[in-house]
Nanobody, 127 residues
Framework: QVQLVESGGGLVQAGGSLRLSCAAS????????VGWFRQAPGKEREFVSA????????YYADSVKGRFTISRDNAKNTVYLQMNNLKPEDTAVYYC????????????????????WGQGTQVTVSS
């Protein structure tokens, strides 16, 4: 069983930056895919970014490409989401998710692939 804990959310002005962390316990991330999703009030949970742990391949939603960067730290078993040039429309609860099912990487942008989820961290961007 994998436990995921997000941290790093907060309130920031438009144009500012935040770094989210997703720390795993109970299992190492090797052979996992790890994704970040977000959900704004009244909206569906949407894909933000993901990384394949073994190869380090990264994926981004068009809305965050060029502003957000996902990375991993093997030693700390942690995935980071560096968010720069934040916009009010980035306001949401951000969730970390992980999965190690065979073939999961082929649907890495789909929230339905991920079995393990964190509790979420609030990101609020003021205009």
């Amino acid at each position: 069983q994998v436990q995921l804990v997000e941290s790093g959310g907060g309130l920031v002005q438009a144009g500012g930056s935040l770094r989210l962390s997703c720390a795993a316990s109970g299992h190492t991330f090797s052979r996992y895919i790890v994704g970040w999703f977000r959900q704004a009030p009244g909206k569906e949970r949407e894909f933000v970014s993901a990384i394949t742990w073994s190869l380090g391949a990264t994926y981004y939603a068009d809305s965050v490409k060029g502003r957000f960067t996902i990375s991993r730290d093997n030693a700390k078993n942690t995935v980071y989401l560096q968010m720069n040039n934040l916009k009010p429309e980035d306001t949401a609860v951000y969730y970390c998710a992980a999965d190690s099912s065979p073939g999961a990487q082929y649907s890495i942008r789909s929230r339905y692939v991920y079995h393990y989820w964190g509790q979420g961290t609030q990101v609020t961007v003021s205009s």
